[in-house]
Nanobody, 119 residues
Framework: QVQLVESGGGLVQAGGSLRLSCAASGNIFTINTMGWYRQGPGKQRELVAVITRSGSTNYADSVKGRGTISRDNAKNTVLLQMNSLRPEDTAVYYC?????????????WGQGTQVTVSS
């Protein structure tokens, strides 16, 4: 079985920064794309940023210039550094990964970590 465990959420004032971390563990042969998604109150889950195994990245327009996604392939981790946080960044942030093992690919989600930005 595979687990994605997020950490680093919390309460922060507008203009502040947070770093979210996600670690994948379990029966893993390789990990392709990893990413962060978020779901704000009353909203649908949306993409924040994704990164491929080779390091190519894609960001939502709303976080471009404020967010940086990175990963450590040796440690099966993905990080999201968010700066200049705004109240509208308040959401539950979820880690996502495409994980390969036993000859197949599987998509996994973490349990989510709450980020609250106060004005």
């Amino acid at each position: 079985q595979v687990q994605l465990v997020e950490s680093g959420g919390g309460l922060v004032q507008a203009g502040g920064s947070l770093r979210l971390s996600c670690a994948a563990s379990g029966n893993i042969f390789t990990i392709n794309t990893m990413g962060w998604y978020r779901q704000g109150p009353g909203k649908q889950r949306e993409l924040v940023a994704v990164i491929t195994r080779s390091g190519s990245t894609n960001y939502a327009d709303s976080v471009k210039g404020r967010g940086t996604i990175s990963r450590d392939n040796a440690k099966n981790t993905v990080l999201l550094q968010m700066n200049s946080l705004r109240p509208e960044d308040t959401a539950v942030y979820y880690c996502n990964a495409d994980i390969g093992y036993s000859g197949n690919w599987y998509n996994y989600w973490g349990q989510g970590t709450q980020v609250t930005v106060s004005s």
